[in-house]
């Protein structure tokens, strides 16, 4: 039996390989992959070669990047993070032979997995198995950003993901995939109004299908609008929270402009080079600001225990079920197949195609 393997072999190359399956042991069990999703921003810094992965050290008992050899180096085997399969083989009397199921094994069509070592989250009968893309990873990504604006405001004692937006004004810079869930996961968890700022037409297409409002950075200053919009008390306006998802300094830049004063930017977004454009001198230090880093390596500090990764997929699925059909239709802007995968990946890279969420159908 033989396996499909994306690989990217060097800034710009990406070819799909052969490799012999794994034979099936005892406690294990095989998937034959039905859908990959594409991540844009992650997986196109390895095919750039702007990844910081790829040029230097990550010493992960500091927590510092550092001179050395790559942590990462090419060829990079294991690409992508969004995959659904279906159960053909088992060993173990957890996972059942049939089974759909979403998991984090990169672009390839078939993976032999071990249910004590990684996570298989197996997928409802009434969800779309394409969704399933979103459940394992990408979406806990996005639960997890509304997570940290929740012990924002309430620390360890956060009951509900909704408990940092719920009846608060909210901004979302950006528009791609992880701006879009997570703000669908805010108006779903009771924001009182939900402001999607993202200066491309398309996209700001996406999100008004997917029944969201938006404004166009470029077109007079978003920051007077909405502050001009969400008054609070006296010298008090603006957005309570904003939720950072585009990895550019200009996108950070007008998320602290858009806060009321002390508020919190959640930055979800994976900024590949320097910030100039952020000018902690002026809003950031004169309304005294707070910007917190929501990254899915770890949820905010005490809530482990109760907030896990298994819940934050919960909440994707609930998230799934209400919005299923528009995420569907207006958010999954293109199918192709697996074998595409190379001529895709290097024509998003080199900004030849446009598409919102890519899926991959082995």
Not at 336 to 347: C, G, R
């Amino acid at each position: 039996m033989r396996d499909k393997v994306v690989v990217v072999t060097g800034p710009g190359r990406v070819e799909v390989v052969e490799q012999d399956a794994a034979p099936l042991r005892p406690g294990t069990f095989r998937v034959e992959t039905l859908f990959s999703g594409v991540s844009a921003g992650t997986e196109l810094s390895y095919v750039k070669g702007t990844n910081p992965y790829l040029n230097v050290t990550w010493n992960a008992d500091l927590g510092l990047f550092q001179p050395g050899a790559a942590s990462t180096p090419y060829p990079v085997t294991r690409l992508g993070y969004m995959q659904v399969g279906r159960v053909v083989e088992s060993d173990t009397p957890a996972v059942a032979v049939g089974t759909v199921g979403a998991m984090t094994y990169g672009h390839r069509t078939g993976w032999l997995a071990d249910p004590v070592a990684e996570r298989f989250v197996a997928l409802p009968d009434d969800l779309d198995p394409l969704l399933g893309v979103y459940v394992a990873h990408m979406g806990p990504i996005c639960a997890n950003g509304l997570l940290h604006a929740a012990a924002d405001l309430h620390g360890v004692d956060v009951r509900a993901l909704g408990d940092g937006v719920r009846g608060r004004r909210v901004a979302v810079v950006g528009a791609g995939v992880v701006a879009l869930l997570t703000a669908l996961l805010a108006r779903r968890n009771g924001a009182a109004s939900v402001v999607v700022l993202d200066p491309t037409p398309q996209r700001r297409d996406v999100a008004e299908a997917l029944g969201l409002e938006t404004l166009d950075p470029d077109v007079d200053d978003p920051a007077v609008v909405l502050k001009t919009r969400w008054a609070h008390t006296a010298g008090d306006r603006g957005a309570d929270v904003v939720f950072q998802c585009r990895g550019q300094a200009w996108a950070l830049q007008l998320a602290l402009r858009l806060l009321r004063p002390q508020g919190t930017v959640i930055d979800l977004a994976f900024y590949q080079g320097g910030a100039e454009a952020v000018r902690l001198g002026e809003e950031f230090h004169h309304n005294g600001l707070s910007l917190r880093c929501a990254q899915i390596g770890r949820v905010p500090r005490g809530l482990a225990p109760t907030w896990d990764r298994e819940r934050l997929s919960a909440e994707t699925v609930d998230l799934l079920r209400t919005y299923g059909d528009v995420i569907r239709k207006h958010l999954v802007s293109a199918v192709v197949p697996f074998e595409e995968a190379p001529t895709l990946l290097t024509d998003l890279a080199e900004r030849r195609r446009q598409e919102l969420q890519v899926v991959l159908s082995a």
